[in-house]
Nanobody
């Protein structure tokens, strides 16, 4: 399974960006696809994830109401729409996938088997 993240860039606070994660290989609809981010000097943190096989979507509290995760099974792509961006959202954003991750582990980056290369999001104040 290979993942290609894109869509990062520089945006002013309050602005929006849409990240994409294109997935190849494996059975896309079965994959749980997650987004994580890592700011300079900080640990990688969970942002959001969408479960495979029509499962639910989950968000970290700090992005609820601002970020929306969606998946297009026809295009094997997951999108992260980020609205009302804040300077503290600045980070490298990574998408990750796993076909068999259990619900209790979806926020744990170490439980995802496949990773994309990351895309940088910079939010200026």
């Amino acid at each position: 399974v290979q993942l290609q993240a894109s869509g990062g860039g520089l945006v002013q606070a309050g602005g929006s960006l849409r990240l994409s994660c294109a997935v190849s290989g494996g059975t896309f609809r079965r994959q749980t696809i997650g987004w994580f981010r890592q700011a300079p000097g900080k640990e990688r943190e969970f942002v959001a994830t969408t479960r495979g096989n029509g499962g639910s979507t989950y968000y970290v509290d700090s992005v609820k109401g601002r970020f929306t995760l969606s998946r297009d099974n026809a295009k094997n792509t997951v999108y992260l729409l980020m609205n009302s961006l804040r300077p503290e959202d600045t980070a490298v954003y990574y998408c990750a996938a796993d076909p068999s991750i259990i619900l209790s582990s979806i926020r744990n980056s170490r439980q995802y088997a496949y990773w994309g290369q990351g895309t940088l999001v910079t939010v200026s104040s």
